[in-house]
């Protein structure tokens, strides 16, 4: 978690806050997917190193994976499971379905996933390496634009009354409200 950009550590505990506390989902599919991440981060490493770049392209074919694995076995709250079942369905991939929420889960539970891989301490740490670089790139692909929107439901209210938005960071009368709306502003520095 020391290594996190401090807008994603804000994301990660606005998302719990949201989840576990106000009883919302994040609306799905989200955009950008998971896919969608890490394919535009596979593009900045190739324009970066003008080809494509072997170890990267793996290992985000191997984040992919872990994301799909994970999802449904430690990514998710209680409260988010009965939205799983009801949306990854046959062969789809949650990582088509999820987005940058759910994915940063996985950031934080990697340091505990790859303590139990059987890999010499010098490839680990070159991996490390890597996955420390994606993290820093991530709230730039993340908020393309500068602006990302993210949409809550609240699973307690009716499914089809969308009541109203309420803005990012007022926790007031949550209940009284369907979707929320959030906005994000970065500034590139």
């Not at 998971?34 to 190739?46: A, F, N, P, Q, S």
């Not at 984040?63 to 009801?86: G, V």
């Not at 009541?163 to 949550?174: E, L, R």
Request: proline share 6%.
């Amino acid at each position: 978690m020391s290594h996190f950009p401090s807008t994603l550590k804000k994301q990660l505990v606005d998302d719990w806050d949201f989840v576990t506390q106000l009883g919302k989902l994040v609306k799905l599919p989200r955009s950008p997917t998971v896919d969608d991440i890490l394919k535009k981060y596979l593009e900045h490493r190739t324009k970066k190193d003008n080809k494509i770049n072997v170890s990267y392209a793996e290992i985000l074919k191997g984040l992919r994976c872990y994301f799909d694995k994970a999802l449904p076995a430690m990514l998710l709250y209680k409260k988010e499971r009965h939205q799983y079942t009801e949306e990854v369905k046959g062969d789809v991939s949650p990582s088509t379905i999820y987005g940058a929420e759910h994915l940063l889960r996985l950031f934080v539970k990697l340091p505990e996933l790859l303590a139990s891989v059987n890999m010499e301490e010098d490839a680990l740490n070159k991996l490390q390496q890597k996955l420390l670089d994606i993290l820093k790139r991530f709230p730039k692909i993340w908020y393309s634009h500068c602006i990302c929107i993210c949409e809550f439901e609240d699973v307690s209210a009716p499914a089809a009354i969308p009541t109203g938005h309420i803005p990012y960071g007022s926790y007031h009368k949550p209940r009284e409200f369907h979707i929320q709306t959030v906005e994000f502003k970065i500034f590139n520095s």
